[in-house]
């Protein structure tokens, strides 16, 4: 809402989060999507949108990349920020993963020194959906502008949650919190790739850590069809072109590893995979099968 007017175009990797067009599409923003590979956006097409469309603005997570857990690479970040400075983009970091790395990888606004990166952080993730605390790291001259409009849309703060925060932080029981969180997440991240391999999915890249992994399903299956099949077996699966603005990612699915734990998930989908296969032989349409 600071930076952007109705009708500024901004840019979105694609994939990405969905809530992002969301957002965008309720402010009357106009979104231009640039396909994402394991190294960050592809560099590209990125500079040809800057030249043809003059965004305002590009969206993105540097860091373990919603729904692809990718991980932006030092060369793309740093062609990324020249194109910025050349075309006059501003970037928002939307960094909400960063905890759940054990190295951290680079950062735009690290390497822009928040001339034109704001960064966005938040312990929603790493500690409860409940606690509505985050951080925004920017240009001084914009924090007060960003408090008035938190306040102004808001109404104030969750005070109790940020002194949970502060106290969890101050006292070290958040960083032995997020050691075993991490732990926890590498293994269950580790047993997802390997089921997701055995069951034919081709994984697209593999995360650094966090919460996601991107999977191709095999024979081109419609990713929308199998996860309609899945909640036959009462899982909820995420097909790819929910977060694609192009459509272009039909055969995709992202996968929460913290809620892949067990056989439920697996068991549902390879039904759901050999349910998706039969109504293609037999010629069905997916709305033919709601």
């Known amino acids: ?35 994402y590979t394991p190294n960050g956006p592809d560099l590209a097409r990125f500079e040809q949108v800057l030249a043809e469309h003059r965004p305002r603005l590009y969206i993105t997570n540097a860091a373990l990349h919603n729904p692809t857990g990718a991980t932006l690479a030092p060369p793309v970040a740093h062609r990324l920020l020249t194109l910025a400075a050349e075309h006059g983009l501003l970037i928002v970091e939307d960094d909400i993963f960063a905890d759940f790395e054990s190295t951290p990888a680079p950062r735009l606004a690290a390497f822009d020194g928040l001339s034109r990166v704001v960064s966005i952080g938040s312990f929603s993730k790493t500690l409860s959906a409940a606690i509505r605390c985050g951080y925004v ?59 997701l391999a055995r069951a034919g999915l081709a994984i697209w890249t593999e995360p650094r850590g966090g919460l996601f992994v991107w999977a191709e399903l095999p024979d081109g299956l419609d990713a929308a069809r199998v ?22 990612a039909t055969s995709f699915m992202r996968f929460n590893v913290s809620r892949c734990k067990g056989p439920a998930v697996f068991d549902a989908l390879a039904r759901a995979m050999e349910a998706a296969r039969a109504a293609e032989r037999s010629g069905r349409t997916l709305a033919d099968e709601r």
């Open 1 to 35: 809402r600071l930076l952007l007017e109705p009708g500024d175009t901004v840019v979105l990797d694609d994939p990405c989060y969905f809530n992002f067009q969301a957002l965008l599409r309720a402010h009357r923003a106009r979104i231009v999507s640039v396909p």
């Open 227 to 248: 996860a309609r099949h899945a909640l036959d077996h009462d899982v909820v699966l995420a097909p790819g072109d929910v977060f694609s603005a192009s459509h272009s």
């Open 137 to 195: 790291a920017a240009r001084p001259e914009w924090i007060d502008a960003l408090v008035d409009l938190k306040l102004a849309t808001s109404f104030g703060n969750a005070q109790i949650g940020a002194n949970v925060v502060h106290r969890l932080l101050v006292d070290g029981t958040y960083r032995r919190h997020l050691d075993s969180l991490r732990a926890q997440l590498a293994d269950a991240m580790g047993e997802t790739i390997r089921r």
